[in-house]
């Protein structure tokens, strides 16, 4: 019989689910926060349900040497190696939409909450006082609403603030002009979001685009008296900065329900009057707890002892029989879409994959979440298979897909193209006998390129002293080259570069090979190619 530990404080009911389907439980709600206890008992184990509390570190997970799936109640895995786990061939599995109301209601209560000052008032009340002349409040209707990130989450705001009168403007990479006209909101870039909007609410997961995505300077450009709500991810305000601009009045509010660091036991941000603060209660409510819950619970059960895989993050949900074919194309696709997600920066509009030969007979539906899900994942870092495909629909991407029959010298080759306003970029991939996936066509260029996990991008007029170029910068910063590959697709025409890198290319050295008047563009990329 499986047995699972229970290491966080999950519904009693859940507890059930696992017992009802034949999995041996251990409820033990406190023990997450017992590092070293639970290194001890991890051992015993073939699955971890959680919530935020229980750091799942590369420590453990070598511990775990039963543990075969960590389940995670709620959206949010950034308590997870994620790369260790994949590693070690550990599932990891969350509930992506369990708590998405919830999430926004809080968001919206925040807004409520700085703008009528009602929870300095309602301590002054309570304290006796009758303090009506110093809470004077402000009305949010006709004010502007800017949502950074208009995802699940955020688009439930956005409707909310629709419904409650306010002009809402959004920033998300995503978001299409048809999903943003569907919203009723208007779609901005972040510099006008900071300039126009009275409330900016943060609704975007935490990665290295978005981390201090407000700082000072950010700040600078927002209209004296804004109030900013993060009900999403400690990390994405720079809080230092957030507090001297409370105390100038720069910022006449902030809601704010995540820290850098938590639990966050003392900050200066405690005790502010025009801050109000709660300890990460976005998804606490009696439904949203139970929703996530009751969800793991199934999820885990139907791994454990049916095999079935749903709302992985690292493994694609697809049968037993069809795996062992599938699986390597599953990460073909993955990578596909992980380059193009890397090198585009303007809003998708449309993408198409071409499943050519034996990859049109497969699972393309597994394909085509697996290419989605590396697509957007450099903008949504917790994306899966199973949430790729509703999240591109909700920022009104349109979809193709194309089968025919074998048209080249592979038996069968994925070809990821994709649109923006202004570009079309295209690359094509195949897996050899090894199981190991492969470019075969980047920017219509034939070529045969591994993938590896710090690679170099670059683009440019064919011409000679490109390498040499490269070569130069990289050794004069310290930066090895592995290895490279080259394409062009005619003599002077246009060419490309990869090189592959034994650690991440850094950005200073980035911008010195793209201030190159010979390089028309420089991308650094990265490849979880651990993950089989």
């Known amino acids: 019989m499986p047995r699972v530990l229970v290491s966080d404080k999950l519904s009693t009911t859940a507890v059930q689910i696992f017992r009802d389907r034949g999995v041996e439980v251990d409820y033990l709600p406190d023990l997450g926060k017992d ?8 051992g015993q184990y073939d699955g971890l349900a959680i919530r935020s509390a229980t750091k799942v570190t590369e420590k453990l997970i070598d511990a775990a040497t039963r543990l075969k799936v960590v ?17 070690k061939g550990i599932i990891v599995m969350n509930t992506p939409f369990g708590n998405s109301i919830t999430t926004a209601e809080h968001a919206v209560a925040m807004i409520f909450a700085l703008a009528r000052q009602i929870p300095e008032a309602n301590a002054s009340t309570h304290a006796g006082k009758w303090e009506k002349n110093r809470f004077m409040g402000t009305e949010i209707t006709g004010k502007t609403l800017g949502i950074i990130g208009c995802g699940n989450i955020g688009s ?5 603030g629709v419904g409650l009168k306010m002009h809402v403007i959004a920033f998300d990479p995503f978001l299409s002009d048809s999903r943003a006209e569907e919203l009723g909101v208007e779609k901005v870039e972040l510099d006008e979001l900071f300039a126009r909007a009275d409330f900016i609410t943060l609704h975007t997961p935490l990665t290295d685009k978005t981390r201090n995505i407000i700082d000072a300077s950010a700040i600078a450009k927002m209209k004296t008296g804004v109030r900013i709500i993060n009900c999403a991810r400690g990390g994405l305000i720079v809080e230092a900065d957030l507090i001297a601009a409370l105390k100038s009045g720069k910022v006449a509010g902030a809601g704010i329900d995540v820290f850098e660091v938590e639990p966050a036991e003392k900050s200066e941000l405690f005790g502010m009057e025009n801050v109000v603060a709660t300890p990460h209660l976005g998804a606490s409510t009696m439904e949203a707890q139970e929703n996530v819950a009751l969800q793991v619970a199934e999820q885990m059960a139907d791994y454990l002892i049916k095999g079935a895989v749903s709302n992985a993050i690292n493994m694609p949900s697809i049968t037993a029989e069809e795996a062992p074919r599938l699986k390597p194309f599953v990460k073909l696709a993955e990578v596909l879409g992980a380059f193009v997600g890397q090198v585009t920066e303007d809003p998708i509009k449309e993408v198409e994959i071409l499943f050519d030969g034996s990859t049109a007979t497969m699972n393309t539906r597994a394909l085509i979440s697996a290419t989605l899900a590396g697509l957007i994942r450099p903008q949504v870092s917790d994306v899966n298979m199973v949430s790729a495909p509703i999240m591109v629909k909700e920022r009104g991407i349109i979809v193709a897909e ?3 029959d074998k048209s080249g010298v592979f038996d069968g080759y994925i070809k990821l193209t994709v649109k923006t306003e202004h570009k079309t970029r295209a690359i094509a991939g195949t897996c050899f006998s090894d199981g190991k996936p492969r470019f075969i066509q980047i920017k219509g260029i034939n070529l045969d390129a591994e993938v590896g996990q710090h690679m170099l991008y670059t683009t440019n007029a064919d011409a000679p002293g490109i390498i040499g170029l490269l070569g130069t910068v ?16 005619r ?8 090189l592959y890198l034994d650690a991440p ?10 201030a190159h008047k010979s390089i028309d563009s420089a991308k650094r990329l990265h490849f979880d190619v651990g993950v089989a």
Do not use: M
């Open 35 to 42: 590092k070293e206890k639970l290194l001890e008992v991890i």
């Open 71 to 87: 389940g995670r109640a709620g959206i949010g895995v950034d308590n997870v190696d994620i790369p260790a786990a994949s590693r």
């Open 156 to 160: 439930i705001v956005a409707t909310r």
């Open 402 to 404: 194309v089968k025919r």
């Open 474 to 489: 990289c050794g004069e910063n310290g930066v090895n080259i592995a290895n490279f590959q080259l394409g062009r697709n």
């Open 491 to 498: 003599p002077g025409g246009d060419a490309i570069a990869l």
């Open 505 to 514: 290319f850094p950005e200073k050295v980035l911008e010195q090979v793209r």
